[in-house]
C-alpha cells in the first residue's frame, strides 16, 4: 500500500514566543506532523532547538501531531537519548554527517556504513523511528544498505541546502525523489526545502508522500488555506 499523504510544517518559521498556538493552528488546519529542525551551529552555521523545547512542544501538542525531528547536528549519535526523552517521534539525521563518502560516492565505505547502522539501531532501540537525510549532494544509492538491512522508516530528501528556511527549491532534486520512489515503494519519503504552491506538485508527482513547508506555511495570510494547497498537490499525485 502507498505510504499515506503527510504534512509536516517546519516550525523554524513559527514564532518562538507564541510556539505552542503555532504548532496548534497547524494541527487543527490538518497537518498530521510537526517539523523540528535541530542546528547545532557547527554541521551548519544556525542554532535552533534542542531537547528542552521538544519537551516542551510535545507537552502541548501530545498525541495530535507526531514530532518529525531533523537533526543538522555534526554527532547524531550523541542526541539520541535525549530527543527521545524529550518526545520525539521521528530522528532524522544527516547521513553525511556519519558517513561523509556518501558525498563523493554512490556507496558508502564499510567503516561508516556500520557507524551509520549503529546509529539507526540506537535510534530504534530508543524508541522512534529511524530517518536518514541526503543533501544535495549526498548520492541516493547510498541508502541502500541501511534500507536492506531493515533500518530506515523515512528518507529525507533535502531539496535545499541545509541550514536556513526560506530558500529556493532546488528542481534538480526531483530525479533524486523519482528514483527513490522506483526503488521503494512502500518507504516514507520526505522532501524538505523550498515547498510552496508553485513546487509542491513536482515533489509529490516525483513521488513525495511526506511535504516539509515552512516559510510558505507560516508566511502565509492564512495557514489553514496553505495546508489545504499542499495536501490537495499530495492527493492529486496519488490519485
Ligand atoms: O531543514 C531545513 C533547512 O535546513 C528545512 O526544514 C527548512 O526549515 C524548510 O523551510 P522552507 O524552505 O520551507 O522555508
Ligand atoms: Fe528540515
Given at each position: 500500500?502507498?505510504?499515506?499523504?503527510?504534512?509536516?510544517?517546519?516550525?523554524?518559521?513559527?514564532?518562538?514566543a507564541n510556539l505552542a498556538p503555532e504548532a496548534k493552528k497547524c494541527i487543527q488546519a490538518g497537518a498530521q506532523w510537526l517539523?523540528?529542525?535541530?542546528?547545532?551551529?557547527?554541521?551548519?552555521?544556525?542554532l535552533t532547538i534542542g531537547p528542552p523545547v521538544v519537551k516542551s512542544l510535545k507537552a502541548a501538542v501530545g498525541t495530535s501531531a507526531v514530532l518529525d525531528c531533523h537533526l543538522m547536528v555534526t554527532e547524531p549519535t550523541e542526541w539520541v537519548d535525549d530527543f527521545a526523552k524529550?518526545?520525539?517521534?521521528?530522528?532524522?539525521?544527516?547521513?553525511?554527517?556519519?558517513?561523509?563518502?556518501?558525498?563523493?560516492?554512490?556507496t558508502v565505505i564499510p567503516e561508516e556504513l556500520e557507524k551509520a547502522k549503529a546509529l539507526m539501531k540506537a535510534i530504534k532501540?530508543?524508541?522512534m523511528k529511524a530517518g536518514v537525510c541526503l543533501r544535495p549532494k549526498a548520492a541516493a544509492a547510498c541508502v541502500a544498505p541501511l534500507v536492506e538491512a531493515g533500518?530506515?522508516?523515512l528518507i529525507l530528501v533535502l531539496t535545499v541546502e541545509?541550514?536556513?528556511?526560506?530558500?529556493?527549491?532546488?528542481?534538480?532534486?526531483?530525479?533524486?525523489?523519482?528514483a527513490l520512489r522506483k526503488a521503494y515503494p512502500d518507504m516514507?519519503?520526505?522532501?524538505?526545502?523550498?515547498?510552496?504552491?508553485?513546487?509542491?506538485?513536482?515533489?509529490a508527482k516525483a513521488g513525495a508522500n511526506v511535504v516539509v513547508a515552512g516559510s510558505y506555511v507560516?508566511?502565509?495570510?492564512?495557514?489553514?488555506?496553505?495546508?489545504?494547497?499542499?495536501?490537495a498537490a499530495l492527493d492529486a499525485a496519488a490519485a
Amino acid at each position: 500500500m502507498a505510504p499515506a499523504a503527510v504534512i509536516s510544517p517546519s516550525i523554524l518559521s513559527a514564532d518562538f514566543a507564541n510556539l505552542a498556538p503555532e504548532a496548534k493552528k497547524c494541527i487543527q488546519a490538518g497537518a498530521q506532523w510537526l517539523h523540528v529542525d535541530v542546528m547545532d551551529g557547527h554541521y551548519v552555521h544556525n542554532l535552533t532547538i534542542g531537547p528542552p523545547v521538544v519537551k516542551s512542544l510535545k507537552a502541548a501538542v501530545g498525541t495530535s501531531a507526531v514530532l518529525d525531528c531533523h537533526l543538522m547536528v555534526t554527532e547524531p549519535t550523541e542526541w539520541v537519548d535525549d530527543f527521545a526523552k524529550a518526545g520525539a517521534d521521528i530522528f532524522t539525521f544527516q547521513l553525511d554527517a556519519v558517513a561523509p563518502s556518501c558525498l563523493t560516492s554512490e556507496t558508502v565505505i564499510p567503516e561508516e556504513l556500520e557507524k551509520a547502522k549503529a546509529l539507526m539501531k540506537a535510534i530504534k532501540g530508543a524508541g522512534m523511528k529511524a530517518g536518514v537525510c541526503l543533501r544535495p549532494k549526498a548520492a541516493a544509492a547510498c541508502v541502500a544498505p541501511l534500507v536492506e538491512a531493515g533500518l530506515v522508516d523515512l528518507i529525507l530528501v533535502l531539496t535545499v541546502e541545509p541550514g536556513f528556511g526560506g530558500q529556493a527549491f532546488m528542481p534538480e532534486m526531483v530525479p533524486k525523489i523519482e528514483a527513490l520512489r522506483k526503488a521503494y515503494p512502500d518507504m516514507d519519503i520526505e522532501v524538505d526545502g523550498g515547498i510552496k504552491d508553485s513546487t509542491v506538485g513536482a515533489a509529490a508527482k516525483a513521488g513525495a508522500n511526506v511535504v516539509v513547508a515552512g516559510s510558505y506555511v507560516f508566511g502565509a495570510s492564512d495557514l489553514k488555506a496553505a495546508v489545504s494547497t499542499l495536501q490537495a498537490a499530495l492527493d492529486a499525485a496519488a490519485a
